[in-house]
């Protein structure tokens, strides 16, 4: 350091050495297994240690060293050398007697328990292995008493973690590896689980599992309520218990931050203890004369600030929001405070250099990107200036509330509608009201609670319930906003170009009379943007070609047909039994939303079941649905009613089979239904063999020379009906195989009747039901048909002109 330097100039290559930390790691999580970067980290650091002994100034060369630094400290988590008794090397979908010890808190569902265990011993007719690697227990039902540290044997079946492979899909293989979680096992009863013994945990550990119980049992004593749950999540990061209902209305109003401890609760938490020990230090002039208020104030509120992460559980977001507010208060402490946006610099570097991971995590860039966002804001804004410089006032310290909600939203508004496709168009009304009530009265009243829980449990519960009686009030409040009807939008997902496009837009309009490149970026931004909309425009409603897409929604059917010039068709939508996984939430949406549809016209509902219907719950209420094709075969099921309910709801006209059994012709592309006969439902009570499978709409699409086949879960006996009934008019190019390959179906009558020239599959990766069956595989391979499966190639997707196909898949087999 240069004499004459100041701490802010010494400072300042902190947010380079964090944009080239980070650019490694992205470039080691595309470009792996560079060879040597080990010893070229080395080498760079000894010439930097060199420069800097011969007193030379040092200035890229460290940015290079972190940006090999970051390379390399991700190979670790995506290309781990394992060991040759690995857990990995176990999995054969056969059971296993497994052995191992609970790594951290067990979650508890209404209808499961869930926990990673570090395996030690597995065990097969008698023969035990000794084993490493950690696994991720799914058990049947709630199971009480488990903790960190329990030994624990279960009979279960390994099996390895898959993607849904589509586009735009989660890689959800990825964010485990990143936890180092290698496989999966269910544990189909209680009794197949059972713990072992207890390991004692360390005294630290003991202390704090008994304050969360103590916690935790301490609001349970509270009067039911769903304030309950949250209560659990703001104080010691339970959320388990908060309703999938108040998560959506937290969401739908922009205030789901607030139902998981990040560094908005902790920062709060440091607010509070900050000025409260800053008051009590004020009062001693001994402490004023040593001008020592403020580093003592910071010294002092660490304490509780650790001491409530550690209370909340200590998740990643909670650890990393610890360590950013622990920095800031350091940088108080050793009066560096006046440069903020390097102290955030330096919690970042802290964190990534911890766990270079969290740059892939939500949490981790919503809350960085927010307080960057706000800090870059408070410094740049002629608007804050003026209020700074005013008398404060009530609504003074208001508008620069809503000055620094409106920062936190905007500024991560890309982010937000990269992962979520949501925004709440009141965030900023709604966080100025919600923030404040959680923030420093629900929040501090918790932790009073737990504060006073020792020494008096009667006072404790009163407080407990006080802050449960104000949470409740605000949830009775958010009730409120969530029913104003533009309280929320549903947005397409923006690519990496877009998010770039958004910032470097924001950076121009803040600089643009400052700097006169500023006017230069934003004619770029303009042109570029420009541009991509009308690329997006052109993809969506001017291309003449038919696009029929097979989504991989595992055991199965989602088929997505996009037509000439932009309307799209969603036949079927996956779904699993009483749609405990949203397939329609989590994998068809996310999958439209990536190719800018956000509206589907026509949704075709071959028969009620679960994996056909569910996923369509979520696409009726949110994707503008005009119209619902049907048999309108009526089932008793949850499922079913529902959807009825979302018709009804939301005025989409429900056509039956009355005036599908006529042609339809959309854009150039026709449509028939030649199955079920319209009079099926009167039929079925003396044909026993009309099941919902059986009853299964049949559709065709043809455009031009060029036609699909998507009969639905039809069987044999339909099958010998349909071929009966026009069997000539089902000839088809593409045939959907019915009832994803089972044996019941894909009779040989039909298939030459078909006589298909390629032939998709849709099942689920080594389903339990088997399919698709060997002896169908073996017949479609008989009529020298090109067999395609979404279990092994992921979304297939076949596009015509309507003489030419083009088949391209997600996965190459």
């Not at 402490?333 to 903020?340: G, L, V, Y």
């Amino acid at each position: 350091m240069h004499a004459g330097a100041s701490p802010q100039a010494y400072a300042r290559p902190l947010i380079p050495a964090l944009l080239a930390l980070m650019c490694g790691i992205v470039t080691g999580l595309y470009l792996p297994g560079f060879p040597y970067i080990l010893p070229a980290v080395l080498a760079i650091f000894l010439i930097c240690a060199f420069i800097v002994r011969q007193k030379q100034r040092v200035r890229f060369l460290p940015l290079v060293l972190f940006l090999l630094l970051g390379y390399w400290s991700l190979q670790a988590s995506i290309a781990p050398k394992l060991p040759a008794n690995h857990v990995t090397q176990y999995i054969d979908d056969k059971p296993w007697h497994i052995t191992g010890t609970l790594k951290g808190y067990p979650e508890h569902f209404s209808d499961r328990t869930r926990f990673v265990l570090q395996v030690e011993t597995m065990t097969r007719n008698q023969a035990s292995r000794s084993v490493t690697g950690a696994v991720r227990i799914t058990v049947r039902g709630h199971i009480d008493g488990l903790q960190t540290g329990d030994r624990i044997g279960c009979l279960a079946r390994l099996k390895k973690i898959r993607n849904f492979n589509n586009p735009g899909g989660f890689d959800y293989r990825q964010y485990m590896t990143f936890k180092k979680i290698w496989a999966m096992a269910y544990v189909s009863k209680e009794e197949l689980l059972v713990k072992l013994h207890t390991t004692k945990a360390g005294r630290f550990r003991q202390i704090i599992d008994r304050a969360r119980m103590a916690v935790s049992e301490l609001i349970e004593r509270a009067p039911p309520s769903d304030s309950r749950g949250i209560l659990k999540a703001l104080v010691i990061g339970d959320r388990y218990e908060i309703s999938p209902q108040n998560r959506e209305l937290f969401s739908r109003i922009g205030i789901s931050h607030l139902l998981a401890i990040s560094g908005l609760h902790i920062g709060m938490v440091a607010t509070l203890v900050f000025f409260a020990f800053r008051f009590l230090l004020a009062r001693s002039q001994r402490i004023l004369l040593a001008a020592w208020v403020p580093r003592g104030t910071a010294l002092m509120a660490i304490v509780p600030v650790i001491s409530y992460g550690f209370l909340a559980g200590m998740s990643p977001s909670t650890k990393r929001a610890v360590i950013m507010v622990t920095v800031f208060l350091l940088a108080i402490i050793f009066e560096r405070e006046d440069d903020k946006t390097n102290t955030l610099a330096l919690a970042a570097l802290v964190i990534l250099i911890i766990t270079p991971t969290a740059l892939f995590e939500i949490s981790f860039q919503l809350s960085f990107t927010a307080v960057f966002c706000i800090l870059y804001l408070l410094n740049n804004l002629a608007l804050v200036s003026r209020l700074r410089s005013r008398p404060s006032t009530a609504l003074k310290r208001l508008g620069l509330f809503m000055l620094v909600s409106a920062a936190a939203i905007l500024g991560t508004l890309p982010i937000t509608l990269y992962y979520f496709n949501q925004t709440s168009l009141i965030g900023v009304i709604t966080n100025c009201i919600m923030v404040p009530l959680v923030g420093f009265i629900v929040v501090p009243l918790g932790l009073l609670a737990v504060l006073f829980l020792p020494l008096t449990q009667t006072l404790s519960l009163c407080i407990m319930k006080g802050a449960i009686f104000v949470m409740q009030g605000g949830l009775g409040l958010a009730s409120l906003f969530s029913e104003i009807p533009f309280a929320a939008a549903k947005t397409v997902t923006p690519n990496l170009l877009e998010i770039a496009l958004y910032y470097a837009l924001a950076w121009a309009l803040f600089n643009f009379r400052k700097l006169r490149w500023a006017k230069a970026v934003l004619l770029a931004v303009a042109l570029i943007a420009l541009a991509d909309g009308g690329f997006w425009y052109w993809q969506r409603f001017c291309h003449k070609d038919l696009r029929v897409t097979f989504i991989d929604v595992g055991q199965g059917s989602a088929t997505l047909l996009e037509l000439p010039r932009g309307p799209c068709m969603l036949v079927d939508g996956g779904g699993f039994y009483e749609n405990r996984f949203d397939v329609g939430a989590m994998i068809v949406a996310p999958f439209l939303w990536q190719k800018k549809i956000a509206t589907v016209e026509i949704l075709v509902l071959s028969h009620p079941n679960s994996d056909h219907l569910n996923g369509l719950l979520f696409i009726a209420r949110h994707f503008d649905v005009k119209e619902v094709w049907s048999n309108q075969e009526y089932v008793k099921n949850k499922g079913y009613q529902e959807f009825l309910d979302i018709i009804r709801q939301k005025n989409i006209r429900f056509v039956g089979l009355e005036e599908l059994s006529k042609p339809k012709w959309i854009n150039g592309i026709r449509f028939e239904v030649p199955y079920p006969p319209k009079d099926f439902s009167k039929r079925k009570v003396q044909e026993i063999w009309r099941t919902p499978n059986n009853n299964s709409l049949v559709l065709k699409a043809s455009f031009n020379k060029v036609s699909f086949l998507l009969p639905g879960d039809i069987e044999a006996t339909a099958e010998m009906e349909l071929t009966h009934l026009s069997c000539k008019a089902i000839e088809s190019n593409v045939l959907l195989a019915p009832h994803h390959g089972s044996k019941t179906s894909s009779t040989p009558r039909f298939l030459r009747c078909v006589d298909p020239g390629v032939a998709v599959i849709s099942a689920g990766w080594k389903n339990i039901f088997g399919f698709p069956h060997k002896r169908v595989l073996k017949r479609y391979k008989k009529t020298g048909c090109k067999i395609l499966r979404t279990d092994k190639s992921g979304a297939i997707t076949i596009t015509t002109d309507g003489v030419h196909m083009n088949i391209s898949t997600f996965l190459s087999d």
